[in-house]
């Protein structure tokens, strides 16, 4: 039983609450390390965001099929590791998602089913091979307009995995932290639940309880963002091969070391479904995962 102090944090960023657990002797110490933890969130929200017209993604979402756009190197390195994700992902997880969200009208006022013809104009603009990064600039290039990035599928795990290295650093050895309980991190030993939506969420059914240990765990699922037409569910992953939301698999989640990683997976999880869970494993073998089939 522990028997030190506990501090509670929470911050709202990414279109969710972010809410952080720190334990340990000094409750000055705690608190501070994880205000800073909570405030590289909000700066990396500011940064990822495209919806928000200041973000650095907006900004190459604007300009970059003009002309090339320089961003900093801790942006480039996670753009050349999200279009890396992608290829190792089968082109399950893409980060040129974007146009396809913004067609079905997912983060808009309201959400629509396209027409198959819709679909298909839009699907030109979707692979990251429209993705040029020249490491030497640092620079983002798209090769043509229309091409949209959209982070919401690595961002959290991204944000959780840097606000845990704020923590490291300022010596905070037992602290938790999830980002709308889908993506979380555990720093030191905790048991988690894995609910029928969410991570640890007490109103559903609870499939699985895992412990961490400095390890995350991320799950994407269909509900929470997602609406209903002619009795069908659309959700917000979107399969970028048909360009039609994934309704197979209702949920799924991946553990292992990295919060970004295992934000990335899980995406692509729920779109390539358990067939690809072997080949995950052998080609990412830290991680594990498990996935919850609709129906
Ligand atoms: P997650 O909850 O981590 O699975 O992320 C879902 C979010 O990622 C969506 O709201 C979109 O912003 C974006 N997204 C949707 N489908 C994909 C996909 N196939 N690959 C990458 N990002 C996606
Ligand atoms: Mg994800």
Not at 116 to 138: M, N, P, T
Not at 188 to 201: F, Q
Not at 228 to 248: A, F, K, L
Request: with cysteine; charged share 20%.
């Amino acid at each position: 039983m522990f028997s030190g102090n506990a501090v509670k944090l929470s911050t709202i960023a990414m279109a969710c609450r972010f809410e952080l657990i720190l334990e340990g002797d000094d409750p000055v110490r705690l608190r501070s390390a994880g205000e800073e933890a909570l405030t590289e969130i909000e700066r990396l929200d500011a940064e990822l965001s495209r919806f928000k017209p200041s973000s650095n993604v907006s900004w190459i979402n604007a300009g970059a099929a003009k002309t090339p756009v320089k961003v900093d190197p801790q942006l480039f390195e996670l753009l050349q590791l999200a279009c890396g994700l992608s290829y190792w992902t089968d082109h399950a997880f893409d980060i040129t998602i974007g146009s396809l969200m913004r067609l079905w009208g997912f983060g808009q006022a309201e959400c629509r089913v396209p027409t198959v013809a819709e679909v298909e104009e839009v699907r030109k603009f979707v692979g990251v091979e429209h993705i040029l990064l020249d490491s030497e600039s640092c620079t983002v290039q798209f090769d043509l307009p229309g091409v949209e990035i959209d982070l919401g599928a690595i961002g959290k795990g991204y944000a959780v995995d840097q606000a845990v290295e704020v923590l490291r650093s300022a010596v905070i050895n037992r602290a938790l932290l999830h980002g709308g309980t889908s993506t979380v991190f555990a720093l030191g030993e905790w048991r988690v639940g894995l609910g029928d939506r969410s991570i640890a969420n007490a109103n559903g059914n609870v499939h699985k309880s895992i412990v961490l240990r400095d390890s995350a765990l991320s799950v994407s699922a269909v509900y929470g963002r997602s609406f209903e037409s002619h009795g069908h569910c659309y959700g917000h992953v979107i399969d970028p091969r048909t360009g039609v939301p994934v309704n197979r698999n209702s949920l799924a989640a991946v553990w292992g070391p990295s919060a970004t990683y295992c934000d990335a997976l899980s995406t692509a999880l729920l779109v390539l479904g358990s067939e690809w869970l072997s080949e995950m494993t052998s080609r990412f073998p830290s991680y594990n995962g498990m996935v919850i089939r609709t129906g």
